[in-house]
């Protein structure tokens, strides 16, 4: 079903919902990531956060790659109710270097948090973490 959105230029609003709704389904990884994946465009911003959020801790820590899809949609998606989960996300450093795009969705967001969090990143364990909050502090500016 999600194949069929993925890699589209055309908009797909209507669909959001049963996408959704269809994370929480016992789908094959293949298929999941699929879901997640579709998941990752505008419309689903506000819609799906948490949801993919709360699938992201049910991924298996060890499977970077997947777990990695769902911080790729977070950063299209992300919004500023999301500041505290993607906090505990980014610094549990058991959730590995899958937390490097969830990084990127939280430097999108206003919070002195946000700077906060990435000044710890840039000592992570996680080169690839690391790497990325010192990215995002570049692109952010100076704090007053």
Same mark, same amino acid.
């Given at each position: 079903?999600?194949?069929?959105?993925?890699?589209?230029?055309?908009?797909?609003?209507?669909?959001?919902? #049963?996408? !959704?709704?269809?994370?929480?389904?016992?789908?094959?990884?293949?298929? $999941? =990531? #699929?879901?997640?994946?579709?998941?990752? !465009? $505008?419309?689903?911003?506000?819609? &799906?956060?948490? =949801?993919?959020? &709360?699938?992201?801790? $049910?991924?298996?820590?060890?499977?970077?790659?997947?777990?990695?899809?769902?911080?790729?949609?977070?950063?299209?998606? !992300?919004?500023?109710?999301?500041?505290?989960? *993607?906090?505990?996300? !980014?610094?549990?450093?058991?959730?590995?270097?899958?937390?490097?795009?969830?990084?990127?969705?939280?430097?999108? *967001?206003?919070?002195?948090?946000?700077?906060?969090?990435?000044?710890?990143?840039?000592? @992570?364990?996680? =080169?690839?973490?690391? @790497?990325?909050?010192?990215? &995002?502090?570049?692109? $952010?500016?100076?704090?007053?």
């Amino acid at each position: 079903m999600s194949g069929i959105f993925v890699n589209t230029s055309a908009s797909y609003p209507e669909a959001i919902p #049963g996408l !959704v709704k269809h994370l929480s389904k016992p789908y094959h990884r293949r298929n $999941k =990531e #699929g879901i997640v994946r579709a998941l990752a !465009v $505008k419309e689903a911003k506000g819609i &799906a956060n948490k =949801e993919i959020m &709360a699938a992201y801790h $049910k991924a298996p820590k060890e499977d970077h790659h997947f777990r990695w899809a769902f911080g790729n949609t977070m950063r299209v998606i !992300v919004t500023e109710d999301d500041l505290n989960e *993607l906090i505990e996300i !980014v610094l549990d450093e058991t959730n590995g270097d899958s937390r490097d795009m969830f990084v990127r969705a939280l430097a999108k *967001l206003k919070s002195s948090k946000v700077r906060e969090t990435l000044d710890r990143l840039v000592n @992570d364990k996680s =080169e690839i973490v690391a @790497d990325e909050a010192r990215k &995002a502090l570049k692109r $952010k500016k100076p704090a007053n």
